[in-house]
């Protein structure tokens, strides 16, 4: 099955500053990839997502990109601010004849935005 | 509208009785799933519906979990003999259809005492 890695699994920053996360995927057949953001005691919620046949996909501060090639994509946070604090999760899925549909999440990663 | 619903928000049980978490997705949601995240991990996989079937149950840890989704709306998941091991926060999600935003309940938090 599908094997997502997730790193950092800390992440302090100042605010101003950029944070990026960066993921690797085991199933090359995967195609769709959702990051979510959960606080603390809340739900995890879709802040962008990216499909296999783009390479880059930006809202705002938040930026993600992918490389099919070396099964890696990553979040990119530019000017973070204090209520960027919370923890980060990437997943991969795969659509399809045969597509599992199951999002794999990572293990997070805890942003931390010093004001 | 309404997100998707879980109840009860918490539960605390004691070792080797049974207990049930439900689900009540996005009203038109076909796909749904049920995810276990414990302290300081991600959502780890447990189950998924697409309409009344469960397509995948791979995810299961062992035969004391069970779920079902019998109209394609409501999910109850059913773990027998609970263990402290259990304990979690058990995560529901749905989505319109597959490979799209799945859409997160605010969870059960499942104590066993």
């Known amino acids: 099955g599908e094997n997502v890695e997730q790193h950092p699994s800390t992440l302090s920053v100042q605010e101003g500053d950029s944070a990026v996360i960066k993921c690797t995927y085991s199933?090359?057949?995967?195609?769709?990839f959702p990051w979510y953001k959960q606080e603390l005691g809340k739900r995890p919620q879709l802040i962008i997502d990216i499909r296999s046949n783009v390479g880059e996909k930006k809202d705002q501060r938040i930026a993600v990109t992918l490389n099919k090639t070396a099964k890696h994509f990553s979040l990119h946070i530019t000017e973070t601010q204090p209520e960027d604090s919370a923890v980060y999760f990437c997943a991969a899925s795969k659509g399809g004849t045969g597509g599992s549909y199951i999002p794999t999440f990572g293990r997070g990663t805890s942003l931390i935005v010093h004001p | 509208g309404a997100g998707v619903s879980q109840t009860p928000s918490n539960k605390v049980t004691e070792k080797g009785k049974y207990v049930e978490l439900r689900c009540d997705p996005i009203?038109?949601?076909?796909?749904l799933y049920w995810y276990r995240q414990s302290l300081g991990q991600g959502p780890e996989f447990l189950i998924y519906f697409q309409g009344t079937g469960a397509a995948d149950d791979s995810g299961l840890p062992n035969d004391r979990f069970f779920a079902v989704r019998p109209e394609g709306s409501v999910s109850t998941l059913k773990i027998q003999r609970t263990e402290r091991g259990d304990s979690a926060v058990y995560l529901c999600?749905?989505?319109?259809?597959?490979?799209?935003?799945?859409?997160f309940g605010q969870g059960t938090r499942l104590t066993v005492v």
């Open positions: 009203s038109g949601h076909t796909a």
């Open positions: 199933d090359s057949a995967s195609n769709y």
């Open positions: 999600a749905s989505s319109l259809w597959t490979n799209t935003e799945a859409f």
